[in-house]
C-alpha cells in the first residue's frame, strides 16, 4: 500500500481520538466540556506532530481515549463497542492498561457486553497472528526486560517526562491549570466525579517514571 496510505490511516485513528475525548467531556461537562476536552487533545500536538507518524504511541492513545468515550454512551452495544476498543488500544501498545481502571468504572453496570466485546477481539487477533506469537512476545517482554542492561539511550529520562512538552505551548499550562483545578476542587471538598480519569493520568505518569 505504501507509507502515504498508512501515515492517513494512522491520521485517521488520531481523529478518532478527539472524537472520544469530545465524548467524554460532554459527559462530565456537557457541550462546552466536549469542545474543551476535544481542543485540549488536539492542542497536544498529537495531530499536527504526531498524528501521521508510524509509531505506536498516538493510535494507542487515540484508542484508549476512544474507548473511554464510548464507554460514556448508555447501552449494551455501546459496552460492547468499548470494549472492542479498547481491546484494539491495547493491541497497538501495552499503554492502554494504564486506563484500565477508568474502563471498568464507567462500565461497572455493563462489564459483561463490554468483556465479551473484549475477548472476541482478542480471540480474533491471537487466532490471525497465532504463527507470530512467540515473536511478539519476545519483541514485547523479554526486549523491554533486557533493555534495563543496556547502555542508557536517553540522558536524563525523568526529566526528558516534563521536557518532551514544549514548555511555550499552550497544553503545556493548560494541563498545569487542569492539575491545579483538580487539586482545589478536592481541597473545596467539591469533587467533580471525574477521579476515574485522574487515575488514568496517574497510572501513565507511573508507568513513564518506572520504564
Known amino acids: 500500500l505504501g507509507v502515504a496510505p498508512l501515515r492517513s490511516g494512522l491520521l485517521a485513528v488520531t481523529l478518532a481520538g478527539t472524537v472520544g475525548a469530545w465524548l467524554l467531556g460532554r459527559h462530565f461537562g456537557a457541550s462546552i466540556g466536549g469542545l474543551l476536552a476535544a481542543g485540549l487533545l488536539v492542542a497536544a500536538a498529537l495531530l499536527d506532530l504526531l498524528g501521521a507518524q508510524v509509531i505506536a504511541d498516538p493510535p494507542a492513545l487515540a484508542l484508549t481515549a476512544l474507548a473511554l468515550g464510548v464507554a460514556t454512551l448508555p447501552g449494551a452495544a455501546a459496552a460492547v463497542a468499548a470494549g472492542v476498543v479498547f481491546g484494539a488500544a491495547l493491541s497497538v501498545k501495552l499503554t492502554a492498561l494504564t486506563a484500565a481502571p477508568a474502563s471498568v468504572w464507567s462500565l461497572r453496570r455493563r462489564l459483561r457486553p463490554a468483556v ?31 533493555a534495563r542492561s543496556t547502555p542508557a539511550v536517553i540522558p536524563h529520562p525523568y526529566r526528558q517526562i516534563v521536557d518532551q512538552i514544549p514548555h511555550t505551548t499552550p497544553f503545556f499550562w493548560l494541563a498545569l491549570l487542569a492539575i491545579a483545578a483538580g487539586i482545589a476542587f478536592v481541597a473545596l471538598r467539591r469533587p467533580l466525579g471525574v477521579w476515574p480519569l485522574w487515575s488514568w493520568v496517574v497510572l501513565a505518569v507511573l508507568f513513564l517514571l518506572v520504564h
Open 116 to 146: 465479551a466485546g473484549f475477548g472476541v477481539l482478542v480471540a480474533l487477533l491471537l487466532l490471525a497472528h497465532v504463527r507470530a506469537l512467540g515473536d511478539l512476545w519476545t519483541s514485547g517482554i523479554p526486549y523491554h526486560e533486557q
